[in-house]
């Protein structure tokens, strides 16, 4: 297999799951890394400090949508993990257009796209459409809202590789594995890295310690 197909077959597996700075979807992706990077892997507790960061409560999602005053299923987040936004809290329950509204997101300068929204640190919920899907929602009638989620005590979790050389001066390679469903702004960075540890590992000599590091956004 060439370089170029192994690094498509690795990015087929992980652009489908729904990462965040916590959770199983970023264990599952740290487990798929480590086929490539033997990683250390690291569980860090719900209120840790970290600096001026405390780390949050652990997030996971089953499923997320939205039933209109037809019975049609919208926003579904078993068709694309952008529907839901990231840390939503559980919610079930029957609401209006006009609730529904607030916690709707889209962009009108692109009419196609759903929008990647995060509320890592407050307690809130909410859905992400296209521009196009949300003007051809009914405004009469009642909606439901479903979204199968916890936050709860947990862990965040990261993953670090040492390429020990002939002195303990380190380079550092860096980067977030937490996004979900976005290439250029996830993907690009862990496997390039990824890929970039087995050359460095085939080196026959290294004078520096090389350090690579796999961990989630902002607290990472």
Excluded at 49 to 78: H, L, T
Excluded at 91 to 96: D, E, G, H, P
Excluded at 99 to 122: D, F, G, N, R, V
Excluded at 141 to 160: A, P, R, W
Aim: charged content about 20%; some cysteine.
């Amino acid at each position: 297999m060439n370089l170029q197909t192994e690094i498509e077959n690795y990015f087929d597996r992980l652009w489908p799951i729904c990462r965040s700075i916590t959770g199983n979807g970023l264990r599952e992706s740290l487990k798929i890394i480590n086929e490539i990077v033997p990683l250390e892997i690291t569980e860090v507790k719900t209120g840790t400090r970290v600096f001026d960061w405390v780390v949050p409560k652990e997030w996971n999602i089953r499923a997320a949508y939205i039933v209109d005053p037809n019975g049609k299923k919208v926003c579904d987040f078993s068709l694309n993990n952008l529907h839901v936004v990231s840390y939503s809290v559980p919610v079930n329950k029957n609401i209006t257009y006009s609730e529904l509204l607030e916690h709707l997101h889209y962009i009108e300068e692109l009419p196609e796209a759903i929008p990647y929204i995060t509320s890592y640190y407050k307690e809130t919920w909410g859905f992400c459409i296209s521009y196009t899907q949300f003007l051809s929602l009914a405004k009469d009638g009642e909606y439901q809202v479903v979204i199968d989620s916890t936050l709860e005590d947990g862990s965040l979790t990261y993953g670090e590789a040492v390429l020990k050389g002939e002195t303990d001066e380190e380079v550092l390679f860096s980067t977030y594995l937490c996004h979900p469903s976005m290439a250029n702004n996830e993907l690009s960075g862990p496997l390039v890295q990824a890929f970039l540890y087995k050359k460095i590992a085939a080196l026959p000599k290294r004078k520096y310690t090389y350090r690579f590091l796999f961990a989630p956004e902002t607290i990472g």
